[in-house]
């Protein structure tokens, strides 16, 4: 099976600084991997996806790093703002094409 | 820009009653899904569906769940029997042909049983 888990549960940062969400999983054929990004009463919003054959991989202000040695990945928000304010999940699946498996989430609180 | 779809936003139900909740996945998608996520717990997955059966199934969906696809545009979960520890956000996800697990979620449907 799979399980996921984060290491932190609440992250609180000023705005403009940069953020790191962490994430650790535990079973080494996990193929995919996922950052949603959940807003109050809202589902889970897509931010950015990487492949175990990738060890990083960017996107607008965000950047997700791979470790399969370790089975740890992060993500790193640049310039942090307010509205990054949300809690951030990562998921894993073993191959592609079948479920996610979810991590607990970390909140991330922005300050001005 | 497509997204998917949820109804009703909040449904409230007796212990024992049976619900359905609704969604309307993007059109174009093959793949549909039921996640639930207890008051502050992780998402947690209930099933998968594709060409018209069900793929994958975790173990919190037992027999007083199903889902059917009743017509081109809706997918739906059914629980028979609700019972307390049924309340949680219930959120329906969809992801097209060719791309691997890009699953775009709905709003969620809050169901609260008492």
């Known amino acids: 099976g799979e399980s996921v888990g984060l290491h932190l549960p609440t992250l609180s940062v000023q705005e403009g600084d940069n953020s790191i969400i962490n994430c650790a999983y535990s079973?080494?054929?996990?193929?995919?991997f996922i950052w949603y990004k959940q807003e109050s009463g809202k589902g889970p919003q897509f931010i950015i996806d990487i492949r175990s054959n990738m060890d990083k991989r960017q996107g607008q202000r965000v950047t997700v790093l791979l470790n399969k040695t370790v089975k740890h990945l992060s993500l790193q928000i640049a310039a942090t703002q307010p509205g990054d304010s949300a809690v951030y999940f990562c998921?894993?699946?073993?191959?592609?094409?079948?479920?996610?498996?979810f991590g607990k989430g970390t909140m991330l609180l922005v300050s001005p | 820009e497509p997204e998917v779809t949820q109804t009703p936003s909040h449904q409230v139900t007796q212990m024992g009653q049976e619900v359905i909740l609704r969604c309307v996945p993007i059109s174009n998608h093959l793949y549909f899904y039921w996640y639930r996520q207890i008051l502050g717990q992780k998402v947690e997955f209930l099933v998968s569906f594709y060409n018209n059966e069900i793929s994958e199934k975790s173990e919190i969906f037992d027999d007083q769940f199903s889902v059917e696809r009743p017509d081109g545009s809706n997918f739906t979960l059914k629980i028979r029997s609700t019972k307390l520890e049924d309340s949680a956000m219930y959120f329906c996800?969809?992801?097209?042909?060719?791309?691997?697990?890009?699953?775009?979620f709905g709003p969620g449907t809050r169901l609260t049983v008492l």
């Open positions: 079973n080494s054929a996990s193929d995919y």
């Open positions: 998921a894993v699946n073993p191959t592609g094409y079948s479920t996610l498996t």
């Open positions: 996800a969809s992801n097209p042909p060719g791309t691997n697990n890009e699953q775009f």
